[in-house]
């Protein structure tokens, strides 16, 4: 993949996590939301996977989630449960290559559409 699918990519999920959360699920804010990853980008088997996101607003996610780890992962083990963290822990360490560019953009696209109208 070139660096500018690379980036359409990392803004369509950005945009689906906000899109499908619609406010920080730290605080409420519904302004300023970022599209935050749990496990690393720098994981191709994670990196536009969904639920590697949360949206968080820009304090939540910059001045708490990448400043405390230990507390954001105990929050998402509140929110979400121990059991699909593990899952999504287990995914983040798959090795995958050959992503198709085309899949995951489609996959996204249809993801906000869907979002955007409730489903």
């Known amino acids: 993949m070139t660096r500018g699918q690379i980036k359409t ?3 369509l999920w950005s945009e689906a996590v ?4 619609a406010k920080c699920l730290r605080c409420g804010k519904v302004s300023g939301l970022q599209g935050a990853h749990i496990f690393s980008r720098t994981s ?6 969904l639920e590697n996101g949360v949206s968080l607003d820009y304090a939540c996610h910059l001045h708490w989630a990448h400043k405390n780890p230990v507390l954001f992962t105990r929050w998402l083990e509140n929110l979400m449960g121990k059991a699909w963290l593990n899952k999504l822990q287990s995914k983040n360490n798959q090795v995958v290559k050959n992503q198709n560019y085309e899949t ?9 559409r869907g979002f955007e109208k409730g489903v």
């Not at 995951?104 to 906000?112: F, Q, T, V």
């Open 44 to 49: 191709r088997a994670t990196r536009w996977d």
């Open 104 to 112: 995951i953009k489609k996959g996204l696209e249809e993801a906000i």
């Open 9 to 11: 990519l990392d803004k």
């Open 18 to 21: 906000r899109t499908r959360d």
